[in-house]
């Protein structure tokens, strides 16, 4: 009996959070007429998405994320995209890891501003000298990121998310910091991949930009996430940060150099905003949105 009170008290439910995001997305008039893509949160374990009306021609791309297709005509429009999420704070369990290394080949391989070269073997090399285990040369290449990156957004060339700029100049916002990591993971045979969403904020307002993060394969841990630019700017929950993400987020996108069905244009950098482009392949110019967030009461269980 004791040992069912125990178990009780121990068990607490995974932190969540229930929220509305109202988009409005501007086009305005161009050469000629445009195909829109809007970026749609969709389910996955950690987050579960309701009353999502977009209208458009939802289409879905080969790593499933998904987008809300629009034909617009050369006069330009203005679009409503509404839904609500429900996100969970994920977590892993790292004493399940195994030691073994292996794990997805796909994420293993480089993205075009994070390519795995010779300089970057050799710093990977270096920073997990004195670790034994894939989890090991996780953690040591965490620390080191947050021990050689600055948050920071200033000058140009920030935000792209280049594993050059990171080594060089060693500030940047969330894409840098995980250029980095991923990098030196996969240099370090740990598969790492990228996702992009947006963090929410406590109380109900207008979102203003993004927040990226990624997840790392250990065997028998799965993929684990990790937050290194948010641990950087919250010292006192650099712990927390390696293995888990908290709920005050949710999803749009994963990988870089994304290809939405019917593109004609490069591969995007990464996938968060409104994708516009003429028959060409050329960008449509000036493509405006504005994102609001309203703070929902979570389901009763």
Known sequence: MLNLVLALLVAQPTPSRRFRIEQTITVPAQPGPVTLWVPLPHDDEWQRVTSRVAGGEVVKDALGNEAARYRLPATGATLEVGYTVERRERSADLSRATGKGGGPARW?????????DDKVRAMAA???????????????IYRYVLANMKYQK?????????????????????????????GLSRASGIPARFEIGRSVPPDSGELVGYHCWADFWID????????????????EKREYFFGHHD???FALSIGRDVT????????????????GELADGSRARDVKQTTRVTALVADAP
Do not use: Q
């Open 260 to 275: 939405l069905p019917g593109m004609k244009g490069e591969p995007l950098n990464y996938f968060v905003n409104p994708y």
């Open 126 to 140: 270096d920073i997990t000298k004195d670790a034994k285990t894939p989890l090991e040369r996780a953690r040591a």
């Open 108 to 116: 293993l391989s480089d993205d075009k501003l994070v390519k795995v």
């Open 220 to 235: 028998g841990a799965g993929w684990v996430p990790v937050d290194a630019s948010e641990a950087w700017k919250h010292p």
């Open 154 to 182: 200033t000058g140009d060339g920030w935000g792209n998310g280049s594993i050059i700029w990171a080594c060089t100049e060693k500030y940047g916002n969330c894409t840098d910091f995980h250029a980095l990591f991923m």
């Open 247 to 249: 709920a005050d987020r």
